[in-house]
């Protein structure tokens, strides 16, 4: 167990779980601009896998890892669209509708990737970019400035994210039509017209997400995102629907990944327990979760279709 605790376990599992953290990190922020306009978008995991299927196969035939990337903001683009228009203009229960757009990502994937290409064939994984200086830290620099363009990006997206839910006109209607919808449409805010926009930018989060999952492996296979998209649902809660709890919450599903998948390279965790210690990372958010979630108070009118004059 010694070689467990050594400087150079310690920074690969750091850097890992940086890298692991970042398609949940993305997918938990555009939910959060979903959830605080008070809609809940259940489908996240089915937009993840198409949007993973659409950046795998754009960089399959351009070798452009940010023509991929395009590619599955794209499909979240209209996969966001589709839900808005279910969850706001037809006010289906949003819970039922949600599902159905996770087994329409999770169906139409695998149909595209069986008819489209058929065998798993390796593709572009995104750069590394070291950070002039700073990548030449000992320990630190391995760790935190030895990443991706894409890891850099999602980690910026959290202050911008804030900024805009909490300082901008737009924010303010969002957290508006999330409270009390009643009240911000006697304003004149377009209660709809804004959770179209939340939900849209949600579902392009996600689209986003699940490209950069697929690209950062390098392969796309059946149910890639193996329930991520749920566990990024979740960490909207845990992260007490704000950007930087949810970091936080991402990060530790990654350590915990990143710290299963090191034990099972040192060969520490026994073959027949790996699949069992595979499940850890669920287990263990969802632990946090039920903890955390009595202190957390949801928008008051999540899940709650708006209809002016009722």
């Known amino acids: 167990m010694g070689e467990v605790f050594t400087a150079a376990v310690l920074v690969a599992v750091v850097a890992s779980a940086i890298r692991l953290a970042v398609p949940l990190l993305l997918a938990s922020l555009g939910e959060t601009f979903g959830q605080r306009s008070g809609v809940l978008n259940l489908g996240v995991d089915g937009i993840m896998l198409l949007g993973a299927f659409a950046g795998y196969y754009a960089v399959l035939?351009?070798?452009?890892?940010?023509?991929?990337?395009?590619?599955?903001?794209?499909?979240?683009?209209?996969?966001?669209?589709?839900s808005s228009f279910i969850a706001v203009t037809l006010k289906a229960e949003q819970g039922i509708s949600g599902i159905g757009v996770y087994l329409f990502g999770l169906g139409m994937s695998d149909l595209l990737f069986q008819k489209l290409v058929g065998t798993p064939i390796p593709i572009n994984t995104f750069p590394k970019v070291d950070i002039p200086i700073l990548s030449d830290i000992p320990y630190l620099g391995p760790m935190f400035f030895q990443h991706s363009t894409v890891v850099y990006l999602a980690f910026a997206a959290i202050p911008v994210s804030t900024f805009i839910i909490n300082r901008t006109t737009f924010g303010m209607n969002i957290r508006a039509v999330g409270e009390y919808p009643e009240a911000a449409d006697t304003l004149g805010v377009s209660v709809a017209g804004t959770r179209w926009a939340a939900e849209t930018i949600g579902g392009t989060l996600a689209g986003i997400a699940g490209g950069?999952?697929?690209?950062?492996?390098?392969?796309?296979?059946?149910?890639?995102?193996?329930?991520?998209?749920?566990?990024?649902?979740?960490?909207?809660y845990f992260g007490a629907f704000t950007p930087l709890g949810i970091m936080w919450g991402a990060l530790l599903f990654g350590a915990i990944n990143a710290l299963v998948l090191e034990l099972k390279t040192l060969e520490i965790i026994p073959r027949d327990l790996s699949n069992l210690a595979a499940m850890a990372p669920a287990i263990i958010t969802i632990l946090a979760l039920a903890v955390v979630a009595r202190r957390i108070r949801a928008p008051a009118a999540l899940t709650k279709p708006f209809t002016r004059g009722h």
């Open 61 to 82: 035939k351009t070798g452009n890892v940010w023509l991929g990337l395009l590619a599955g903001a794209i499909v979240g683009l209209f996969l966001g669209l589709a």
């Open 212 to 236: 950069v999952l697929a690209i950062s492996l390098g392969i796309f296979q059946q149910n890639l995102t193996n329930g991520a998209g749920f566990i990024a649902i979740a960490l909207v």
